[in-house]
């Protein structure tokens, strides 16, 4: 764990609020507490240095970009933390970064599949990552599942425009399926940031178990959508405070 922690470059990520009590490396100092804690209080300290500053802010129902790279980090103390308080207290840390907003500004992370990912929808992916190991909390684990499932993930594999200007596409879900019609967010490039004006409408969405998707955007972009091309909630790209 310690090893994990000490890979990240801490000191490269963001600060929003500048001030000292938010600084990603004390969310690092904050981990590192939690990780070796031994008793009850000592692991109540370091989760409180996790809600209080930096990762979330509580009282302000804040979330910090810092929190996209301690997501996995405590994902490992909920799979494999030496007691079982270390575990509960990093599944409850990891509902509150999903409940919570990003200050304005600082609501985009840049990730290996993406830049400019929306931070809610990042850090529900690392959680859907590791379903086995979640599920092994019973109804907390449950519960955090079907948070980050609300922060869905679709791929386009394959589109066919129509010639009312509509446009019916094949895709893999990630997350749970959603009601419809729904507003979402085009990203034809992992390395390009989305166009303010790059938004279509989920007019149906059809889905199986394994998450294939058929959907009928009613309102798509002018220019086409590649396979490759992904689709966030637009809800979640507005996620802000």
Excluded at 19 to 48: F, I, K, M, Q, Y
């Amino acid at each position: 764990m310690i090893a994990a922690i000490d890979a990240v470059n801490w000191s490269a990520l963001p600060n929003p609020t500048w001030h000292d009590g938010d600084a990603p490396e004390r969310v690092a100092h904050a981990l590192r507490l939690l990780a070796v804690s031994t008793t009850a209080n000592e692991t109540g300290n370091a989760a409180s240095l996790l809600s209080g500053a930096g990762f979330v802010c509580g009282h302000a129902a804040m979330v910090f970009p810092a929190a996209h790279a301690a997501t996995p980090i405590l994902l490992d103390l909920a799979e494999h933390g030496q007691r079982p308080r270390i575990r509960d207290v990093s599944v409850s840390l990891l509902s509150d970064a999903l409940a919570c907003f990003p200050p304005a500004g600082h609501h985009r992370v840049r990730t290996p599949y993406g830049d400019d990912v929306p931070l809610c929808c990042a850090i529900a992916r690392h959680i859907r990552g590791r379903r086995s190991a979640l599920l092994a909390h019973g109804r907390h684990g449950k519960q955090l599942l079907a948070e980050a499932g609300l922060h869905w993930r679709l791929t386009i594999e394959e589109t066919e425009r129509h010639p009312d200007g509509s446009l019916t596409a094949l895709a893999v879900l990630e997350g749970a399926p959603f009601g419809t019609p729904v507003d979402a967010e085009v990203h034809t490039s992992p390395r390009a940031q989305p166009a303010p004006t790059a938004h279509t409408r989920i007019d149906d969405l059809t889905t199986d178990a394994a998450g294939a998707a058929y959907l009928h955007l009613g309102r798509p972009p002018a220019e086409p959508l590649p396979a490759g091309t992904v689709l966030y909630s637009a809800e979640c790209g507005l996620r802000a405070h």
